[in-house]
């Protein structure tokens, strides 16, 4: 399905797909804690690069979360600083804002002579021999989708990885959407992509320890009126006793968006570093508030991580930043 991109896009899909076309040996990467959008972008395109013939492999600094298990060949997902057993002249590293953000393994994605960076993320600084950066897409899978699209008919395996990218990153479709949006994921359901099994997979199969860490995270959920804030935490303590882990609070934050009342929500989460995950409704741009402490993402939807702090300190420091703006 032909849409009119801006020539600079188009001028990027051509140099990424003649790299693949050069290519023989493909390492696919992303960033730490494993979300929808890279695990979707990173399959979809490890699968069109099996169907050119190219050997391709796809190595993450953390383990896909359990919800996305159904997606086609992620059991073919490695995972850690492991040895290579061939030797990549193409890494691609996917929806990742920055570089350290892969973690160790950037030091494996360096031995490929070519390295191509594909993002949304407004503040990606442009890391790799290749960049294509756009924050105007909606998910680093709308933009995978007009690579693949370069190859001919796709498949129902692909359309399906690409919906869910796109689903998961946009909140559902109710932020980030782009021009394209719509008649992307139009055509993604004309290849196969089923919108109803991907969103019961994704959202409606929880399991029950999920739902008890839920409700004692928002047993401590705090509310400021006058900033509109709202704010819950998690932490060790809880993921003992419901036998869970960071996994089990995939969507939490989304929860927590819900909240009416809220123009900014965060979630905190501790264990070997203390993780924050934001969102906000209106023109309050929380990008900002993460890139402050390293981290980065979207106006509406981003995040950081802080070390060597108390959750206490990291919600003061939030809040804090919060008030400025």
């Known amino acids: 399905m032909k849409m009119q991109l801006h020539p600079d896009d188009e001028q990027k899909i051509r140099e990424i797909r003649n790299i693949i076309d050069r290519g023989s040996a493909f390492l696919i990467t992303t960033h730490r804690n494993v979300d929808g959008d890279a695990i979707g972008s990173e399959l979809a395109l490890y699968s069109m690069l099996k169907r050119l013939g190219k050997e391709a492999r796809i190595l993450n600094p953390d383990r896909t979360p359990a919800i996305y298990n159904f997606l086609p060949y992620s059991g073919r997902v490695d995972i850690g600083n492991t040895e290579l057993s061939m030797m990549p002249d193409v890494s691609i590293v996917i929806d990742c804002g920055s570089a350290d953000r892969t973690g160790k393994i950037f030091d494996l994605v360096k031995r490929a002579p070519v390295i191509v960076n594909i993002d949304h993320h407004f503040s990606n600084p442009g890391f790799a021999h290749l960049n294509w950066i756009n924050h105007r897409f909606s998910a680093t899978g709308e933009m995978v989708y007009f690579i693949i699209s370069t190859a001919g008919k796709m498949p129902r395996k692909e359309a399906t990885c690409l919906y869910t990218a796109i689903l998961t990153d946009t909140g559902s479709f109710l932020h980030n959407i782009s021009p394209y949006t719509m008649t992307v994921v139009k055509h993604l359901m004309d290849c196969g992509a089923e919108p109803e099994r991907i969103a019961n997979k994704v959202y409606m199969e929880r399991p029950l320890k999920s739902i008890r860490l839920l409700s004692?995270?928002?047993?401590?959920?705090?509310?400021?009126?006058?900033?509109?804030?709202?704010?819950?935490?998690?932490?060790?303590?809880?993921?003992?006793?419901?036998?869970?882990?960071?996994?089990?609070?995939?969507?939490?934050?989304?929860?927590?968006?819900?909240?009416?009342?809220?123009?900014?929500?965060?979630?905190?989460?501790?264990?070997?570093?203390?993780k924050v995950s934001l969102r906000s409704k209106g023109r309050f741009d929380v990008e900002k508030i993460a890139a402050k402490f390293g981290g980065g993402g979207h106006k509406k939807a981003a995040g950081c991580y802080f070390r060597n702090i108390t959750v206490e300190q990291v919600i003061q420091k939030v809040l804090e930043e919060i008030y400025r703006q």
Not at 239 to 245: D, H, I, K
């Open 216 to 274: 004692l995270c928002l047993n401590n959920l705090q509310f400021e009126r006058r900033k509109r804030v709202c704010w819950m935490k998690v932490s060790r303590e809880m993921y003992r006793l419901t036998r869970t882990n960071e996994e089990d609070t995939e969507g939490f934050i989304d929860i927590l968006a819900r909240v009416k009342e809220a123009r900014v929500v965060f979630f905190v989460k501790e264990g070997d570093v203390v």
